[in-house]
């Protein structure tokens, strides 16, 4: 398996519910970082959070990262249907270039 | 600030030709990174350059090269294309790597 690797592959859920995204990785990390990606777009950074944060917010999003499980959360609040895309890990074992995982697509239905 | 641009955004080439694709990075950025994106493979990483000197790289053939410039911008070359090189190629800037990236709109590379 890959370093970072997403969970689940695929989410659906409805205008105004939450969604809860998961990542996975091996090896330690410096920092771990969330990005969103429109079909066969560019990708868009979301968060950054370092391996001493547990926990940071940026509007609607929440991301958690637990060093002791090696694993981060995404989670999306009152999702709309503009939050419809890819959403990718990415981590930086050894502080070297960062690693994404396979990506999580997630459809919001209005 | 102008984002990261990525030139030409659209491209086809048949197998065996070669092809440049061209970056450049947000202004103050140091540091540029390519990825090959495909749908089997997913994100991959190729290399990443800093102060014109690659850094780090991942694990491509030698077909896959690139160089950057003294104002940042860089390059990357595919020689003798083939059919698994069609993707879409993505260049991402920081000021120093590995921290926040921003991404360009991609190359989407098509071989025929």
């Known amino acids: 398996s890959q370093q970072g690797e997403e969970d689940p592959q695929a989410l659906s859920i409805q205008e105004g519910e939450n969604a809860t995204m998961n990542c996975s990785y091996k090896t330690s990390i410096n920092n771990l970082q969330w990005y969103r990606q429109n079909s066969g777009r560019g990708l868009v950074h979301l968060i950054l959070?370092?391996?001493?944060?547990r926990e940071k917010h940026s509007g609607r999003l929440r991301v958690t990262l637990d060093t002791s499980k090696k694993s981060s959360s995404l989670l999306i609040t009152a999702s709309r249907a503009a939050d419809t895309a890819s959403y990718f890990c990415?981590?930086?074992?050894?502080?070297?270039?960062?690693?994404f995982g396979p990506g999580t697509r997630l459809s919001v239905l209005p | 600030k102008a984002g990261v641009t990525q030139t030409p955004r659209y491209l086809i080439k048949t197998r065996g030709q070669q092809v440049t694709l061209s970056c450049s990075p947000i202004s103050g950025h140091r540091s540029v990174s390519w990825y090959q994106q495909t749908p089997g493979q997913g994100l991959q990483f190729l290399f990443e350059y800093f102060s014109e000197t690659q850094r780090n790289k991942g694990n491509f053939p030698g077909r896959f090269s690139g160089r950057q410039f003294s104002n940042s911008r860089s390059e990357m070359n595919v020689s003798t294309l083939e059919l698994g090189d069609s993707a879409l190629y993505l260049c991402?800037?920081?000021?120093?790597?590995?921290?926040?990236?921003?991404f360009g709109p991609g190359t989407r590379l098509t071989v025929l």
């Open positions: 990415a981590t930086d074992p050894g502080g070297q270039n960062f690693v």
């Open positions: 991402a800037s920081s000021y120093g790597g590995p921290d926040t990236q921003y």
């Open positions: 959070i370092r391996s001493n944060e």
